[in-house]
């Protein structure tokens, strides 16, 4: 028989037995409360569910879970999750000095596409040029910065008669020139050097577009001795229509033979003239093989050596050939008459009037304004 004051060996009172019921449910809230805020902070854990999932607590005596209807859930989700004592761990809530920041990293713009210009705007950015191939189709080409451009003002140039003067200052630099071959018919050299001309490019000879033979300008050894005689410079010009290189080197081996009985000062030209109303020999040849063939030539007359230049319009020289070699390594004589010439590139002579009328030659000539003084190279 137990006494009423004596505790009862087997277990505890009812009070104490909801105490401690209370308190272990107060236990767990604060827990699920921790780790869901450690959840938030961390991001590696998902506490709500682990919260939803704890799991009842039953009376020691008592089979049953004494908690309310709602914390039933939580007894459940607890037991199906076997929450443990590290998946509360609220120390990471709390940054550490230590810590690694993962940055994300950049995201590259993707390049916005660059507008196309219009015809317009290439016409005014001193960028581009409109050329005419052969054929007659139009093409805006960007300039190469690349090759040599011309730094010629063209405002310094200065016209008496139609001859042009080049000054520099008060000093001019410039020579005047014209070109002549038998064609041009009688010629009084003293006249023309009187008349302010300084050289000429006299016409040595040409290979024929449709034979294929070299022949030489009947006139030239006459109009070579006389030009001398009345103290006028000689520079020199050919007319290729070579196919192969070896045609190539065989004009120059010619022209080279001509020569030799004379002094010539000023360059020696070679034209590969597109011929008007009929098709010549050179139509069957792309750009490169073309800048092969004027490159042999011009290295062969080189050799020779005399100096060697490039004669041709401005769509020749910027769609029949490759710059990259004869536009740096050789010099240029544009033919042009436009009043200004828009020819970006590196030239030292420029045709720029046809058609002229001269005192002492019969027929008429072309006026060339050299901005070299060969005579003293």
Known sequence: ??????????????PVMYTIVTVSVLVLIILAIVYSSNHKKSGNRNLSN??????????????????????????????????????????????????????TPAVTPSPTATPELTDEQKALDGKHLQVTYKDGTQEWIEIDDNLPLHEYDFTKLKAE????IYYEGNKKIS??????SKDSGNIDFEQIKAGGVDFVMLTVGARGYETGLITP?????????????????LGIIFYSQAVTIEEAAEEAAFVAGMLRPYEIEYPVAVCMETIMHDIPRTDILDKEKKTQIIETFMSGIEQ??????????????????IPEGLLT???????????????????????????????????????????VDYTKR
């Open 1 to 14: 028989m137990r006494l009423p004051d004596e505790q009862d060996e087997r277990g505890f009172s009812a």
């Open 50 to 103: 682990a919260v939803a999932t704890a799991s009842p607590v039953t009376s020691p005596d008592a089979e049953s879970p004494i908690f309310a209807d709602g914390d039933k859930d939580i007894e459940t989700l607890y037991k199906e999750n076997k929450l443990r004592a590290e998946d509360l761990d609220f120390w990471d809530m709390y940054e550490r000095e230590d810590a690694v920041v993962l940055e």
């Open 161 to 164: 008669k139609n001859q042009m």
């Open 175 to 180: 020579r005047l020139g014209i070109v002549i």
């Open 217 to 233: 300008d009947t006139s030239f050894e006459d109009f070579a001795l006389k030009a001398k005689e009345a103290g006028l410079h």
């Open 304 to 321: 020779e050596g005399y100096s060697p230049i490039l004669y041709g319009s401005r769509d020749f020289l910027l769609t029949e050939i």
């Open 329 to 371: 390594d050789y010099e240029v004589w544009l033919t042009d008459q436009k009043p200004v010439p828009d020819y970006p590139y590196d030239f030292k002579m420029w045709e720029y009037t046809e058609g002229e009328n001269l005192f002492g030659v019969e027929e008429e000539v072309s006026y060339t304004i050299s901005f």
